[in-house]
């Protein structure tokens, strides 16, 4: 079944330290992934995806289709960064649905 | 501007009552979607629509119905609340080819 894992549900950091999200997914098929970010009282919004290879405030992610990892970084933590982190996988039977993670709350201490 | 909207924001409601949380968005989005967001679970597919009279059964369906009139809304009503559905419950749509989802700002929904 498809599936997506974010194995860790806490990761705590300080300010300017390295970040790394894991993200891995279960798909024999094309998928299309996805980082949402949830801030404090907030609504989900997309953070990047990775057909666009692009870079949101400073954050990036590869598809490693060999290893099936999306995983999330950033090279230094700011505390705005502090928020709920949602893999998500699409493409699975055509469909427009997404696969969330269970999510990963990133905590960036002063 | 374009948005998606929830409401009520929070609700308070007691065991075996039927409550109807709106969703309503004004992309004129084809596909949307309902999801409780409940801790360690991160969010669960309840049900979904990719058009007017269409819907469909997502992961965590049971006790949960929705119905689609118009491009804009999908109401979601629990039938007979129970405990087990208190949750913070998120909307969503996208539209065209696309997969990409914009959500709504989320119900708090408590059953007492």
């Known amino acids: 079944a498809q599936r997506v894992t974010q194995p860790e549900k806490l990761l705590s950091v300080f300010k300017g330290a390295p970040v790394e999200l894991k993200c891995n997914y279960s798909?024999?098929?094309?998928?299309?992934l996805f980082w949402y970010v949830q801030y404090s009282r907030q609504r989900l919004q997309l953070l990047l995806r990775?057909?666009s290879r692009e870079s949101i405030k400073g954050f990036t992610a590869d598809l490693n289709k060999g290893e099936t990892s999306f995983h999330l970084k950033k090279p230094f933590a700011q505390e705005e960064d502090s928020a709920m982190y949602y893999c998500?996988?699409?493409?699975?039977?055509?469909?427009?649905?997404?696969?969330f993670g269970s999510g990963t709350r990133l905590l960036v201490r002063p | 501007d374009a948005e998606i909207t929830q409401s009520p924001r929070h609700k308070i409601t007691e065991t075996g009552r039927q409550v109807t949380l709106a969703c309503h968005q004004t992309?004129?989005?084809?596909?949307m979607f309902w999801y409780r967001q409940d801790l360690g679970h991160g969010l669960r597919l309840i049900h979904y629509?990719?058009?007017?009279?269409?819907?469909n059964k997502g992961e965590v369906s049971d006790g949960y119905s929705v119905s689609r009139s118009n491009t804009e809304d999908l109401p979601l009503t629990l039938e007979s609340a129970a405990s087990s559905q208190t949750s913070v419950y998120f909307c969503?749509?996208?539209?065209?080819?696309?997969?990409?989802?914009?959500f709504g700002p989320g119900t708090r929904l408590t059953v007492t």
């Open positions: 969503a749509s996208s539209g065209g080819l696309a997969v990409e989802q914009y």
């Open positions: 798909y024999s098929g094309s998928p299309e």
């Open positions: 990775h057909i």
């Open positions: 998500a996988l699409s493409g699975v039977d055509s469909s427009y649905k997404l696969i």
């Open positions: 992309w004129n989005h084809n596909n």
């Open positions: 629509s990719y058009g007017v009279h269409d819907t």
